[in-house]
């Protein structure tokens, strides 16, 4: 893992700044939008001012006409560490009830439906620590890709407290039930083949090769459709809960409800190349756009 001040895996794209923050960088090159929690001095734990900055840039990127992936990373040798014990706990403790709601808000906002519901495809790219409620927007993100030497821990039990702002639920859908269970109330730190082995990640690679592989699958995302991306990874994490009856009826509205948000048109692009111009395999990769 590199240590923190040098060039790690997750140092962000040499492109175009998206605009200027104290915790957080983000720029965009060839359509890949990278989004770095910073604070390496801090292993990128999450405080109030992050989790209010981190609401910007999200919109920032989704307003980005630029933008069709976003990667999500962290500054040094951590992903993130959770979030900081002193400015969001000990810090906050003090404060009224609705003062300490308004201080903590952004946090379950930004890390949760914000980020759950974003308009783009969204990779975590976990390129070391990552601890507590960092389970959080690492389990929003849609998919995940950890180098084979991070390290996971949910930690909150060693320091006298379950899980909290939905990190247990993200951990849920994620991981098996044994694994969830068994890592919830021991506290044992994993590695990230580990996390890959038990669903918390969708692979795992050596810290050098890690950057090139969130490349090549931000690459692959940026030949899909837009409009119909969305609308499956929508569909993906809402019926999951649902019985099959109200699954198909949902499907089917969210299906009709693509189809009208698709500027491009790919339905009828994609069977005219296949029916037609026999010029592309479905099964095998994206119409031509």
């Known amino acids: 893992m590199a240590t923190t001040g040098e060039t790690s895996a997750a140092a962000p794209a040499a492109g175009r700044e998206l605009g200027t923050w104290s915790t957080v960088k983000a720029s965009v090159e060839n359509e890949i939008a990278w989004v770095v929690l910073n604070r390496p001095e801090k292993r990128n734990c999450m405080n109030p001012t992050l989790n209010d900055e981190m609401l910007d840039v999200l919109d920032t990127v989704a307003l980005d006409r630029e933008s069709r992936v976003m990667v999500l990373t962290g500054a040094g040798d951590a992903f993130s560490a ?4 002193k ?8 404060l009224s009830q609705a003062e ?5 808000r952004s946090c379950f906002e930004w890390q949760g439906p ?3 519901q974003f308009p ?8 070391g620590y990552c601890f507590g409620g960092a389970f959080l927007p690492l389990g929003n993100c849609d998919l995940a890709v950890a180098a084979d030497d991070a390290v996971f821990g949910l930690s909150e039990v060693n320091w006298g407290i379950i899980p909290g702002g939905n990190v247990p639920l993200a951990v849920a859908h994620t ?5 969830a269970m068994y890592y919830s109330i021991t506290g044992e730190t994993f590695d990230g083949r580990k996390a890959a082995e038990v669903g918390l990640v969708n692979e795992s690679v050596p810290l050098d090769r890690l950057r090139a592989r969130v490349l090549e699958i931000a690459e692959m995302l940026k030949t899909k459709n837009t409009a119909i991306v969305r609308g499956t990874k929508e569909t993906v994490r809402h019926i999951r809960g649902m019985g099959w009856t109200e699954a198909e009826n949902y499907i089917n509205a969210k299906f009709a409800e693509a ?9 009828a692009q994609g069977l005219k190349q296949f029916l037609d111009d026999k010029s592309f395999r479905p099964g095998l990769e994206a119409y031509k756009r």
């Open 175 to 179: 991981m098996n039930l044994r694994d």
């Open 87 to 94: 400015e969001f706990f000990r810090d906050t403790d003090a």
């Open 100 to 104: 300490r709601e308004i201080k903590q």
């Open 120 to 127: 783009l495809p969204t990779i975590a790219m976990v390129n």
């Open 259 to 267: 189809l009208y948000n698709d500027s491009e048109h790919g339905r």
């Open 82 to 85: 959770g979030m900081d014990l």
């Open 114 to 116: 914000r980020l759950r």
